[in-house]
C-alpha cells in the first residue's frame, strides 16, 4: 500500500502560479512511477503527465509547456507547478503512483482560477 497526499492548491487569479506537491509514504526509487491528473466536475481524470522511477518525464500535449513536474527524493515528493493559470485549469488535482502491477491515489487538492 502507497500512501500519497497532494497539498498546495488554493485560489489563484488568472495568470498566476501554485505549486502542488505530492508526499508518498514510499521511496520515489521503490514507485515504478507517479503521474498527475486532474478532474473538472462530472467529467473523467484527465491525465497532465508521469515521471518515471529514472526520472523521465512525458507531458500531455496539451498543456503548452504550462505545467512542469518535479521531484525531491529526500523528502519522497513530487511536485507539479502549474504556470499561467487559467479559469479552466480550475479542477482537482490529485497525484497517481504505480508499484508492482498497482495503483494507488492521493485525495486530491483543489485548485480554483478566479479573479
Known amino acids: 500500500q502507497v500512501h500519497l497526499v497532494e497539498s498546495g492548491g488554493g485560489l489563484v487569479q488568472p495568470g498566476g502560479s501554485l505549486r502542488l506537491s505530492c508526499v508518498t509514504s514510499e521511496s520515489l526509487f521503490k514507485l515504478d512511477g507517479i503521474a498527475w491528473y486532474r478532474q473538472f466536475p462530472g467529467m473523467q481524470r484527465e491525465w497532465l503527465g508521469t515521471?518515471?522511477?529514472?526520472?523521465?518525464?512525458n507531458y500531455s500535449g496539451t498543456l503548452g509547456g504550462r505545467f512542469i513536474i518535479s521531484r525531491d527524493d529526500g523528502q519522497n515528493a513530487v511536485f507539479l507547478d502549474l504556470g499561467r493559470l487559467q479559469p479552466e485549469d480550475t479542477a482537482v488535482y490529485y497525484c497517481?503512483?504505480?508499484?508492482?502491477?498497482?495503483?494507488?491515489w492521493g485525495q486530491g487538492t483543489q485548485v480554483t482560477v478566479s479573479s
Open positions: 515521471m518515471t522511477k529514472s526520472g523521465l518525464i
Open positions: 497517481n503512483a504505480a508499484m508492482g502491477g498497482h495503483t494507488f
